[in-house]
């Protein structure tokens, strides 16, 4: 007899609810998927920690109206208690400050914890910025989907209403109850496709329009340039104003390449010229030029006997016959 796993109603801190997987068209067999929540106690808390609740494990086609639609209707709790639900793929940059992004933009090597007592100017430049962090891409897919194992953080309206979240979720695994992902929810999202789709059909939704393609793509050359301009005023300005004890800024980008490489080539020939009457300073250096000059000529006398001793040997071998005439 095969043994029979019985699904703990908790593990260590988080709570288990089962979920059911509705057939699909390109998988005919349902499945049983678990979604583990607990209290959000992040490592900074924020003013809505204390009303938040933290997913794990949500199905890949999770959606807003998926998430509201099981902690209320399908939970038999009140509806409109959520406030807010922020999936992972969209709450990293949410509490980001504006200076942050100022700070990265105009000193990415900059070290965390080094107190900086110079004062920065909001305007053209933090703009820029900011615009060219928010051209994306046009959107391929109608849903968007989510990896395996994906987080959410469901914002309540107050802590009440989490935490009835998380008593109806102990009677339901007290009752058994079979509770299946997005019923009630059919025709009110939509479809994330069907097995009839062609290959073709799939192949050209798989890349954005070219229009918008285009569209997106100069928007963020725009931005781009932007920002690449006022990265340079930003440099053009930190090299003409001293700090506060009086010392110029050095930065990248000062003189241009050919003047720098002309500069160099000046140098070099002025060492050049330094050099020349130092070649005969030091005794020694008379006595390896004299020693290298002798070796030069010996070695000359070598190959000269060589030449000599060679044409030798090639006129002896041949003799010149006259023949008299009859």
Do not use: C
Request: net charge positive.
């Amino acid at each position: 007899m095969a043994p029979v796993f019985v699904i703990p109603s908790k593990i260590s801190e988080y709570y288990i609810l089962p979920i059911s997987l509705p057939a699909l068209p390109s998988n005919h067999t349902p499945a049983t998927h678990y979604l583990y929540l607990r209290p959000h106690e992040p490592k900074i808390p924020s003013p809505t920690t204390s009303r938040s609740l933290f997913l794990v494990n949500v199905p890949f086609d999770a959606t807003n109206a998926h998430i509201k639609h099981l902690f209320s209707q399908q939970m038999d709790l009140p509806s409109g208690r959520i406030e807010n639900v922020e999936f992972e793929s969209t709450r990293s940059n949410i509490l980001r400050p504006e200076t942050e992004k100022l700070e990265k933009f105009s000193h990415p090597q900059a070290q965390p914890g080094k107190k900086n007592n110079k004062k920065r100017k909001r305007g053209a430049d933090v703009d820029d910025f900011e615009r060219l962090e928010d051209v994306q891409f046009p959107t391929t897919w109608d849903r968007q989907l989510h990896k395996s194992g994906s987080t959410v953080v469901v914002v309540f309206v107050d802590r009440a209403s989490m935490e009835a979240v998380i008593k109806a979720v102990k009677r339901l695994r007290k009752r058994d109850k079979d509770i299946v992902w997005g019923e009630g929810l059919e025709g009110k999202l939509p479809a994330l496709g069907s097995a009839s789709m062609g290959y073709l059909t799939h192949q050209r939704l798989r890349y954005p329009d070219k229009a918008q393609l285009l569209e997106s793509v100069n928007s963020y050359m725009t931005a781009f340039a932007a920002q690449e301009s006022a990265r340079a005023r930003l440099l053009a300005r930190q090299r003409q104003q001293p700090d506060e004890e009086g010392f110029i800024t050095v930065t990248r980008g000062g003189r241009t390449g050919p003047a720098r490489q002309r500069e160099a080539q000046e140098k070099a020939e002025k060492q050049k010229d330094k050099q020349k009457g130092l070649e005969d300073f030091y005794r020694f250096q008379t006595r390896e030029k004299k020693k290298a000059r002798a070796g030069e000529l010996i070695k000359r006398f070598e190959e000269d006997k060589e030449k000599v001793r060679s044409m030798r040997e090639r006129r002896g071998r041949f003799r010149v016959r006259v023949l008299e005439s009859y």
